[in-house]
């Protein structure tokens, strides 16, 4: 089973590598081998996926009805922002270019576990799209969890 969980600080090197914590690497599932699906997300940060978990997200988009516009607007701009990438032996992606300008990443990167993917923010963003209040967060999980 998949569990990427907690946060972690991290850094990208001048090649535009980041190095993934051990803890994200130990927990891919053991068929995801050296490739793992790199996708812009909607909002501006990265989404690392284990290709066992892009497969089930591949398989709803790849499904829709390429006849209906809806569907093929949303199956063309998904599958655009898509790139697979590997982990090589020191355990880095190879980050491209255009994902890093569109999540704002340079130097240093907040590395965030989200149950079955991780997200790749600038740290700065990321702590504007925090919930800092435990109100809000305990009202979110009452919303969500106890339907």
């Known amino acids: 089973m998949t569990f990427l969980a ?5 850094k990208i090197d001048a090649k535009g590598r980041l190095v993934l914590p051990s803890k994200i690497k130990t927990n891919f599932p053991e068929d995801t081998g050296n490739e793992v699906v790199l996708r812009m997300a909607f909002e501006p ?6 290709m066992v978990e892009f ?3 591949y398989q709803k988009i790849a499904g829709l009805n390429e006849f209906n516009k809806e569907h093929r607007a949303l199956q063309r701009n998904f599958f655009s922002s ?4 590997e982990i090589d032996s020191a355990g ?4 491209p270019k255009q994902m890093l300008q569109y999540a704002g990443l340079e130097k240093d990167a907040m590395v965030v576990g989200t149950g079955l993917r991780v997200e790749i923010w600038n740290p700065e ?4 799209q ?3 209040d435990p109100d809000e967060l305990s009202k979110l999980a009452e919303k969500y969890l106890l339907e």
């Open 6 to 10: 907690s946060t972690y600080d991290c």
């Open 45 to 50: 940060c990265l989404i690392l996926y284990p």
């Open 55 to 57: 497969r089930k997200t």
């Open 82 to 85: 898509v790139q697979t990438v």
């Open 92 to 95: 880095r992606i190879l980050i």
């Open 125 to 128: 963003r990321y702590n504007s």
């Open 130 to 132: 925090s919930i800092e």
